[in-house]
C-alpha cells in the first residue's frame, strides 16, 4: 500500500480521466503545443515524457501496443514513431515545457501552454 502517494485526480473518476488525459496527451503530439489549465498540463506531461520514451527505447512492437493504449488516432502513433523519436534520439529525458499565459477569462483558473521542445 502507498500512503500519501497523491496525484491530481482533475474531478474525475479514473475512466473519465485516462481519456481526458489520453485526449491531451494525443493533440499536443499532433499540433505540438496546446492551451490548457495547469492542473491539466502537470497531468499530461509525465504521461507525454513515458510516451516519447516508451517509442525510443522498446522495441518497435512492444512500443507501438504501449502506445495504443493512451493515443486514440492513428496519425499521432506515426508522428510520434517517425518524427518526434527521430527528434529526441539524444536527448534523454525533459521533452515538454510548461509556459504560464495568465488566468482564464471565466473561472481565473491559471491558464498554461504546455508545448513540445
Do not use: C, W
Request: glycine share 6%; hydrophobic share 40%.
Amino acid at each position: 500500500m502507498r500512503h500519501q502517494v497523491q496525484k491530481n485526480r482533475l474531478a474525475r473518476s479514473a475512466g473519465p480521466r485516462r481519456l481526458l488525459v489520453g485526449n491531451l496527451a494525443t493533440s499536443l503530439i499532433l499540433h505540438g503545443k496546446i492551451q490548457t489549465t495547469k492542473a491539466r498540463a502537470k497531468a499530461v506531461q509525465p504521461v507525454v515524457e513515458k510516451l516519447i520514451i516508451t517509442a525510443k527505447t522498446k522495441d518497435k512492437r512492444l512500443a507501438i501496443r504501449e502506445v495504443a493504449k493512451v493515443l486514440q488516432n492513428e496519425q499521432s502513433s506515426k508522428i510520434l514513431f517517425d518524427d518526434l523519436v527521430k527528434k529526441y534520439q539524444d536527448r534523454p529525458t525533459g521533452f515538454t515545457r510548461i509556459s504560464e499565459l495568465g488566468f482564464r477569462a471565466g473561472d481565473a483558473a491559471p491558464f498554461v501552454q504546455i508545448e513540445l521542445l
